[in-house]
């Protein structure tokens, strides 16, 4: 099994600092907890970037996360996976 390198782009590490800001105006610990439980997930892609379903989006793959209300949307990218969003699962899928 090949490890790819996992490449975070702008928007979802802006998704990412958003869901932190949420959860840490409910429970100080909480957003930082959420976020690195994302954080990981993204990175396990590295293993296994066919873990996702089929994205919504011709060429992408989501990632559902069991424990959130959110998924993750990526690509591979050659030798890459790029992760594009972190989107909450009620959310419109941009095109």
Not at 60 to 85: G, M, N, Q, W
Request: proline content about 3%.
């Amino acid at each position: 099994m090949q490890n790819r390198p996992v490449r975070w782009l702008a928007l979802a590490l802006e998704d990412l600092h958003e869901i932190a800001g949420y959860w840490a105006e409910k429970d100080s610990n909480a957003g930082e907890q959420i976020a690195q439980c994302v954080w990981n997930a993204g990175q396990s892609l590295a293993s296994l970037s066919s873990r996702g379903r089929a994205g919504r989006v011709a060429g992408t793959r989501e990632l559902v996360l069991a424990d959130f209300p959110y998924f993750i949307a990526y690509r591979v990218v050659k030798s890459e996976v790029h992760i594009l969003r972190v989107l909450h699962t009620t959310r419109r899928y941009p095109k």
